[in-house]
Every structure is written in structure tokens, then in C-alpha cells.
């Protein structure tokens, strides 16, 4: 069960969540009091996107920028509770899921923007055992599905009812993300709900299974998934430092998409309790990056985004997710930290 415990950490979360807010020891030494400092929070069951902001941190990509990243990791802290935070101050920027914010917005009066595109396509995927030899989702009627509880599961559920997959025709149950995975690993459960991008290799690697995926974005449900927000107030007083801060993360992001291996080896180095191979590690980097982009941003500056996109995310929360149609989606989300007035 070690290899599958250690599976679990890693792929869910490039890092195991250090809980601590920390800036780089090795890239920002006695100059960093001349830097202005981003509080940023990543909770820390995410995938590994973010957890590339390290490499920026350890490779001076932010001081450059005159920044000091301070990154926060709370293991404990998803969806909702994520909101929460960045809308007490308690952190600058932070991770959210794009729908989870607009709801926010509209139920709680939330005043986060989102300011920086991370996953501009949905990467939600649901993974069978490729031994199972199961092609559609249809085939699932029967089985037994579980989702992480600490998720927002409305799309992965209409897309399983999409194939005629619902409570009356198949076992559809929430669980803690340690015991979705353990169940699968263990064939206790037929599906599960998450990243494949990540898990696919991280399975192979250390449980020895292949997997088939069954992705949100191919069937209907591509949308606006998740990217950093800020308050209102923080972005119309600190609209410069938000600049640079969004060219730093595009810096970064680019520069372990052009080096995989190099931004793999900084993850762990930085964090030696992975135990996962560097290799691993850069595939699933790899694996991610198309997910960075949609059809209506290629071209434009990493980060950058599409009214179009979010248009398509208003109409998929309106549908399943309980915005209502006069939602104003405009005002949650800008480009305004890519402008160079």
C-alpha cells in the first residue's frame, strides 16, 4: 500500500503540500527586502500545474520580476474554503476552480476576479482499468464510480448521465481522494473521477496498471476550469505587481514547457520526499500543457483569456451548476494584467 499511498500524494498534487508559506531559499537571498512580496494560496489537493510555481520561485524567474512569491499549500483547504481566504485578505492571489468562483460570486458576494488563465480547458477525465476492456461510458452502467468528495462533481455527473449513468443504473458514490484512489487500485471500484493527464503515468509507475480515459473536454464539457484570482480592491490598487506577477508565472510555465525535465528535477530537489522519478515527473508536465491553452487563445500571451471561453463556462454553470442566466460573467474574470498601459 505504499506505492499506492505515495501515488495518491503525488497525483493529485505534483507536491505533497507543505502547509507553510515559504519563498525560495536558493534564488531570493539578502536583496529579497528590496522585492515586493505576493502572498499566493494553492490548496494542496490540485494537480500539478501549479505546483510549476516552485521552479519560477527557484530559478529567480519572480525576483527578476521584483517579486518575492510566498506560496502557501494548506492540504485542508479546496474549493469553497479557497474562496473564503482570498476574499478575507488573508492571501493575495490564490487557485480556484473558474465555476466555483462564479458561484461564489453569486451566492456570497464574493468580489474575486480571475486574472490569470491556468487550465483554459477542462482536464477532468474519468479513468477505468484498461484490463477491463471497457470503450464507452455506457459500459459503466453496473459498476461502481466514485468521485473526490472534495470536488465539484455537477459536470462529471451530467456527463455520466449523458450515457445513461445515474444513481439507478450504477453504484455513484463520494470518497476522500487517499480511498477513491485506494479503491481503484485495489478493484473495489471500476471508475474514478479526476486528472488523467497526471495519474495515467503516476498508475503505471507505481501500481503497474494502464488505464483508458474518458475526458470531459472531448465529450461536451470543455470550459474555463481554473486559473489565479484576486480581490477587486487588490487588482485596482496593485494592477502593476499583478503585471509582473502574470508575466513571471507565463516565464515559468513556458520555461518547463521547453524544459520538462529541468522544471522536474527542481520539484524534486525542492521537495525530497517525492520519491517518484524526475521521468514521471516531466511526463506528466508534458501531458498538461495542452490544457494550458484553448482554440481561442493560441496565439495570444500564456494566461491570456477568451471571452468565448468564458461564455461557453456561464452556460455550462447555468446548466448544471445553478448560475442564473443573467449572471454577469464579464465581471468576473480580466486581461487587464496583460495590457501595457
Known amino acids: ?32 527586502g528590496a522585492l515586493k512580496t505576493v502572498r499566493m494560496l494553492l490548496p494542496g489537493q490540485i494537480g500539478p500545474a501549479t505546483g510549476i510555481m516552485w521552479y519560477g520561485v527557484d ?9 518575492d512569491l510566498q506560496i502557501d499549500e494548506p492540504a485542508s483547504v479546496a474549493g469553497a474554503s479557497s474562496i473564503a481566504l482570498l476574499d478575507s485578505g488573508k492571501y493575495d492571489v490564490g487557485y480556484v476552480s473558474s465555476i466555483t468562483m462564479l458561484q461564489a460570486r ?10 490569470y488563465g491556468l487550465y483554459q480547458s477542462n482536464p477532468n477525465c474519468f479513468l477505468v482499468k484498461k484490463s477491463a476492456g471497457i470503450t464507452s461510458l455506457d459500459q459503466l452502467k453496473g459498476k461502481t464510480i466514485l468521485l473526490a468528495s472534495s470536488s465539484d462533481n455537477a459536470t462529471p455527473l451530467a456527463m455520466l448521465a449523458k450515457h445513461g449513468v445515474t444513481a439507478s443504473t450504477a453504484k455513484i458514490e463520494m470518497a476522500a481522494t487517499a480511498a477513491m484512489f485506494g479503491a481503484f487500485i485495489q478493484g ?21 496498471l494502464d488505464t483508458t480515459a474518458f475526458c470531459q ?31 513571471g508565472i ?16 527542481d520539484l524534486h530537489q525542492r521537495f525530497p520526499q517525492l520519491t517518484l522519478p524526475v521521468d514521471v515527473i516531466a511526463q506528466t508536465l508534458r501531458l498538461e500543457v495542452p490544457y494550458w491553452r484553448t482554440a481561442n487563445t493560441k496565439g495570444l500571451p500564456l494566461g491570456m483569456m477568451s471571452a468565448a471561453d468564458w461564455a461557453i463556462t456561464k452556460q455550462i454553470g447555468v446548466k448544471y451548476n445553478g448560475l442564473r442566466p443573467d449572471f454577469d460573467v464579464a465581471a468576473a474574470w480580466t486581461n487587464a494584467t496583460f495590457d501595457t498601459k
Not at 107 to 114: A, D, K, R, T
Not at 188 to 208: F, G, K, V, W
Open 106 to 115: 453569486q451566492e456570497n458576494g464574493s468580489e474575486l476576479v480571475q486574472f
Open 217 to 247: 473536454a472531448d465529450d461536451g464539457f470543455n470550459f474555463q476550469s481554473s486559473g489565479l484570482a484576486t480581490k477587486s480592491s487588490y487588482l485596482s490598487a496593485n494592477r502593476a505587481l499583478l503585471r509582473a506577477l502574470s508575466a
Open 188 to 208: 473495489t471500484a471500476d471508475a474514478i473521477s479526476t486528472y488523467a493527464y497526471s495519474n495515467q503515468p503516476i498508475l503505471r509507475q507505481e501500481n503497474n
Open 1 to 32: 500500500m505504499r506505492a499506492s499511498l505515495r501515488a495518491v500524494a503525488f497525483g493529485m498534487g505534483i507536491l505533497i503540500a507543505v502547509g507553510t508559506v515559504a519563498s525560495s531559499s536558493r534564488a531570493q537571498t539578502a536583496d529579497s
Open 250 to 265: 507565463a516565464a515559468t510555465f513556458n520555461a518547463a514547457s521547453a524544459n520538462p525535465q529541468a522544471a522536474a528535477a
Open 59 to 67: 530559478t529567480g524567474i519572480f525576483k527578476k520580476r521584483g517579486i
